[in-house]
């Protein structure tokens, strides 16, 4: 098993930035992606970016590219996801998960992720 605990949200004006972070626990050593998907109400899950925990490749939806930067901390089992420029269309419950085996492509659907964190909610302000 693995935990997730996300941390970082809040409110903030359009432009702003913030930072979450999402720590895992139990068994970490059979991870190997990340990802941060979002919910906004009334709307399913979306993808907005993974890293490969070894190597550290990432790969983002492209409406946060530019804007969105996802990093890791092996030691310290942690996952950040670097906020600028917002915008209120990403005001959403951002939520951390980890895929427990290999791809070949970059995972980004919500089926492709094995544990999932209880989600930190984000709000941008026009």
């Known amino acids: 098993q693995v935990q997730l605990v996300e941390s970082g949200g809040g409110l903030v004006q359009a432009g702003g930035s913030l930072r979450l972070s999402c720590a895992a626990s139990?068994?970490?050593?059979?991870?190997?992606?990340m990802g941060w998907f979002r919910q906004a109400p009334g709307k399913e899950h979306e993808f907005v970016a993974t890293?490969?925990?070894?190597?550290?490749?990432?790969y983002y939806t492209d409406s946060v590219k530019g804007r969105f930067t996802i990093s890791r901390d092996i030691a310290k089992n942690t996952v950040d996801l670097q906020m600028n420029s917002l915008k209120p269309e990403d005001t959403a419950v951002y939520y951390c998960?980890?895929?427990?085996?290999?791809?070949?492509?970059?995972?980004?659907?919500?089926?492709?992720?094995?544990?999932w964190g209880q989600g930190t909610q984000v709000t941008v302000s026009s």
């Open positions: 998960a980890s895929r427990t085996s290999g791809s070949i492509v970059m995972p980004r659907s919500t089926a492709q992720y094995d544990y």
């Open positions: 139990g068994r970490t050593y059979s991870t190997y992606f």
């Open positions: 890293i490969m925990w070894g190597p550290g490749a990432t």
